[in-house]
């Protein structure tokens, strides 16, 4: 049985830890999202069963695509790659469509990776999509589910 934990830092908790075994996987319906002129497929996490499985176990990404996570308030959200065999990059979005940072993340560890900032939602791709797209900090995104 795979497990996987999603840590959340917020307002109305100082940490809370979730575990969850053998969930469900996101939608399998991708959403068109667009980053300066550059669409992306993601598949949407919205559910907490979602979110807490994500791309575990998965050994392909297709180029233009990832995974959308959505929270339904913002927060310091943080993520790891545990029974994750492929590597991520990671961009973390405030709840006006923002990137607030971004972050590389290394196959199968138990490395945090948090925003510096409350975010509202968080894009998974392929590691190294962001910069060969030219990505920055402060680009929006849009097409985000509200």
Same mark, same amino acid.
């Given at each position: 049985?795979?497990?996987?934990?999603?840590?959340?830092?917020?307002?109305?908790?100082?940490?809370?830890?979730?575990?969850?075994? +053998?969930?469900?996987?996101?939608?399998?319906?991708?959403?068109?999202?667009?980053?300066?002129?550059? @669409?992306?497929?993601?598949?949407?996490?919205?559910?907490?069963?979602?979110?807490?499985? +994500?791309?575990?176990?998965? @050994?392909?990404?297709?180029?233009?695509?990832?995974?959308?996570?959505?929270?339904?308030?913002?927060?310091?959200?943080?993520?790891?790659?545990?029974? @994750?065999?492929?590597?991520?990059?990671?961009?973390?979005?405030?709840?006006?469509?923002?990137?607030? +940072?971004?972050?590389?993340?290394?196959?199968?560890?138990?490395?945090?990776?948090?925003?510096? @900032?409350?975010?509202?939602?968080?894009?998974?791709?392929?590691?190294?999509?962001?910069?060969?797209?030219?990505?920055?900090?402060?680009?929006?995104?849009? +097409?985000?589910?509200?």
């Amino acid at each position: 049985m795979r497990c996987s934990a999603l840590i959340e830092i917020g307002r109305h908790s100082p940490l809370a830890l979730v575990f969850a075994c +053998g969930v469900a996987s996101a939608s399998e319906a991708r959403l068109p999202l667009t980053i300066s002129g550059q @669409t992306i497929r993601v598949e949407v996490a919205n559910t907490p069963q979602q979110r807490q499985q +994500g791309l575990m176990g998965r @050994t392909h990404l297709p180029a233009d695509s990832g995974m959308l996570f959505v929270f339904d308030m913002p927060g310091r959200h943080c993520f790891w790659m545990r029974d @994750t065999p492929l590597p991520l990059s990671i961009a973390f979005i405030d709840a006006a469509g923002r990137i607030a +940072g971004f972050a590389d993340m290394q196959p199968r560890t138990d490395t945090l990776h948090c925003p510096n @900032t409350e975010v509202r939602y968080a894009l998974e791709v392929s590691q190294g999509s962001f910069l060969r797209q030219g990505l920055r900090s402060g680009a929006r995104i849009q +097409g985000l589910p509200r």
